[in-house]
């Protein structure tokens, strides 16, 4: 199974378990000076294209970390963000699935109420690997949570 995990937002976290290889980033969509939400958002599109075309294998499943209500400008980009990514999954045929960030947390540390430095500690001290920011460990978290949850082991 091949999966694209998504922690969405303007500093946005990837990983991708792609042909039994992990690789993981962080992609920033700052908005240049005069630049609309709109332009952020075709930008994010592109990429996300982007990563379909250069990974050249299907993505099976889109997981993503579920949009929240926080008001104003974090809930426009967030929710916007989101619709793009279920968007892009069904235009590339792949299921997806959105994960509570409370959820995600007690998956990985046992706590929902687990802190940005507990996840990123957790693949520092459990997996061998320092995630470049909490966005980059929330998206492997992601990933990792989705196998679980889809009951795949990497065979690899």
Known sequence: MNIL??????????ATLMDCTIESGVQDFTKRRGESNGLMFLRFNSWLNEMQQLSMIKIDLVVFEQAHHRGGYATEIGVGLTTRVQEFACRIKAE?????SGTLKKFITGSGKASKEDMMKYFEEKRGRKPIDDNEADALCLLFFALNEIGEKIKC
Not at 5 to 14: K, R, S, V
């Open 5 to 14: 995990a998504l922690d969405t937002g303007i500093h946005t976290g990837w």
């Open 96 to 100: 997806y699935m959105a994960v509570h």
